[in-house]
Each structure stands twice: as C-alpha cells, then as structure tokens.
C-alpha cells in the first residue's frame, strides 16, 4: 500500500460533491479517532460524529449502527440537522440531545459508521485497520482498565458485523494504521484507494 499525506487524504476529501459525509468504520483500536480528528482539523475544523455516543452500552453495536443512518447520516445528506442522544457511559443511560448542523463536511468515525443502512448516503467509506494485538494494547492505554473485561465481548460483536456488513470489502479506502511500511504517522497513511 503507497503512503499518502494527510493532506493529501483531505484534498480529496474536498474534491468530493458537497454535503461530503465521511465514514470512519474498522475494529476498536485501530487509530479511528486520530484519524478523524486529523482529518477534520484539515478539512476547516469539520464537525465529528462519534459512534461512542450513539451506542446503547457494550452490547449496543449493532443498534447503534442501524440508528446512525436516520439520526445522523439521512438529514445530514439531506442538508438538515442531525440529532441524537448521547449515551452516558458512567450512568449506563441515555443523557442529553447533540445537534449537529450541516456542514460541507462532517465525519462519522467509530465502529459501524460504515454499515448498511447509511451506505446510501455516504461520500467516502474509510476502513482503519491495524493488528489484533496492536489495537489491543491502544484500546487498554486509551480506556485503562474500564474497557479490559469487555474487549471480547466488543470484540465478538465487530466480527458478527463487519462480517455480516462486508465493511472492509466495501471501503473506499483502507488505511493500514501499524504498517511495515516506513512514514511518518503524524503526517502520512498508508493507504489503499478504491475509488
């Protein structure tokens, strides 16, 4: 896979019909946050939908990717605002309403991003992937010891989806986050475009 910039990821990010609604789906741990983060902050400092808030707790994987399409991704494509509860993970219950307003772009990143029901109204589907015991070590030092006795049972629930979903075969662009592959991560990907 070549390596690409950053800014070069964005610029065609850019080049896209606008209103551009970005994906960022793959496995926990493997950079999806960084990435959307870096992204949004070349793309004018792009709104970031994130899947963390949708899901309904460690079981709501799967509910959070079907919800994603009408709460999210359908008005947004339609040039309306977005709205949707936040799950409050502390609380292990529903809490407050996020609005988000249309933009030229806005990025969803998290696991299910990409599913099925939002594919229709999707500009750019990104797939982040890295080894198991990569994402692993980054899920832990990211979530400490909160996320270590549900990692399996998270774990269990990305294979049934993104099988199911064909996520990765779908992506437009595959970026590989623990590469072999000599780059500078806080400037370039490496990446496999499908466009």
Do not use: N
Request: with cysteine; charged share 25%; aromatic share 8%.
């Amino acid at each position: 896979m070549p390596v690409v910039s950053y800014e070069e990821l964005a610029a065609r990010i850019r080049g896209l019909r606008s209103p551009v609604l970005v994906a960022v789906d793959g496995p926990a741990g493997s950079g999806k946050t960084t990435l959307a983060g870096r992204l949004a902050a070349l793309l004018g400092d792009a709104p970031v939908v994130h899947m963390d808030d949708l899901y309904p707790g460690w079981d709501g994987l799967a509910a959070a990717a079907v919800a994603v399409a009408p709460e999210v991704l359908a008005p947004l494509a339609a040039g309306r605002p977005a709205r949707y509860r936040r799950w409050d993970w502390a609380a292990s219950r529903w809490a407050g309403w996020v609005d988000v307003a249309p933009a030229p772009v806005v990025i969803v990143e998290g696991c299910g991003s990409g599913s099925t029901p939002g594919a229709p109204y999707l500009s750019l589907l990104l797939w982040v992937e890295a080894p198991h015991d990569v994402r692993q070590a980054r899920g832990f030092e990211r979530d400490g010891d909160g996320f270590r006795p549900h990692w399996s049972r998270w774990a269990r629930q990305e294979d049934a989806l993104f099988a199911a979903e064909r996520t990765r075969e779908r992506a437009d662009v595959r970026i590989d986050t623990a590469p072999a592959v000599p780059h500078d991560p806080a400037r370039e990907v490496v990446a496999e475009f499908r466009l």
